[in-house]
């Protein structure tokens, strides 16, 4: 019986391991693709004799990217609107969160039910955009990072976090010897809970990099514009070039030009993603299944 069982747990393994192989396949080819179309001849992609190793190898997109002056200044805005924008977006959830963690705060509860209503109900993009008008941050670098500033869901994991994972016996102990709120928030909660703020790091800083319709709704003057929308005006450059057909030389040319960008250019607007995931990779699963599970 236990042979026959045991054999039973080996294929369901086996059929585990088959099927998040074919899973993970799925999901890392496109990314794999777009990286070898970036070395490889247009012509070649355009023909689709591109499919797992470079064709005819050329550094073509990578030298005009790094040509194009806006581009390099998309670049440099995006890197100042992440940064930026995580660091709003971290001070203010955690200093929301902590308040709602402790069992000590009176109205707790009925905030918490105002802030979850929001994520349900919103007063939508015009009133939002008279908003930001209003307040005079339109063609600013506010108008991207303020009104996103915080995420409720974001904060119920972190507030769930706290309650679980941060002992208030500890918490009681610091206040008993005399250390303040922000004292043990600073000394004590704040220690103790990396894994969660490394997860709130990549969920903000990811948005933030994505981004790009705040900035085609707030931003006029093209040296604020984020790498993104640069990226998306090549991408529609491409689609209508390749709707209008090639033509004379000069508009070949100026297609294959496009094909080769357009691969290069989202290999360079992810790579700061993809190289932040693994050093927050050791924190990232324990601080999701602790915060949105426990509690």
């Not at 108008?143 to 994991?157: F, K």
Request: with cysteine; net charge neutral; glycine share 6%.
């Amino acid at each position: 019986m236990n042979t026959i069982q045991s054999t039973r747990e080996k294929a369901f393994d086996w059929a585990v391991y088959a099927l998040l192989t074919i899973v993970s396949l799925i999901v890392l080819y496109p990314l794999v693709f777009v990286l070898v179309a970036s070395f490889s001849s247009p012509e070649a992609v355009m023909r689709g004799e591109v499919w797992l190793w470079p064709k005819d190898i050329t550094w073509m997109g990578y030298t005009k990217i790094f040509q194009n002056n806006e581009i390099l200044t998309g670049y440099l805005n995006t890197i100042v609107y992440t940064v930026v924008g995580t660091a709003i977006n971290l001070i203010l959830s955690v200093a929301a969160a902590y308040p709602l963690s402790r069992k000590d705060f009176a109205g707790r509860n009925a905030i918490s039910a105002l802030m979850v209503f929001t994520m349900f109900f919103s007063g939508g993009m015009v009133p939002t955009y008279l908003l930001v008008k209003n307040l005079s941050m339109l063609n600013t670098m506010w108008a991207l990072v303020i009104p996103g500033a915080v995420s409720v869901y974001n904060i119920i994991i972190m507030r769930t976090f706290f309650q679980s994972s941060i002992p208030g016996e500890m918490q009681e102990a610091a206040s008993i010897d005399g250390c303040s709120n922000l004292g043990i928030l600073w000394k004590i909660v704040l220690p103790l809970s990396m894994p969660i703020i490394a997860v709130m790091i990549l969920f903000y800083s990811v948005g933030h990099w994505n981004s790009y319709f705040s900035g085609l709704m707030y931003l006029t003057d093209r040296d604020k514009y984020p790498l993104q929308l640069f990226l998306r005006e090549i991408l529609i450059q491409g689609q209508m070039q390749e709707m209008l057909g090639v033509g004379d030389d000069s508009h070949a040319r100026n297609v294959m030009e496009g094909e080769a960008i357009k691969y290069a250019v989202v290999i360079v607007a992810n790579l700061p993603v993809l190289m932040l995931y693994p050093f927050l990779q050791r924190y990232f699963v324990k601080g999701v299944m602790i915060g949105s599970v426990k509690g």
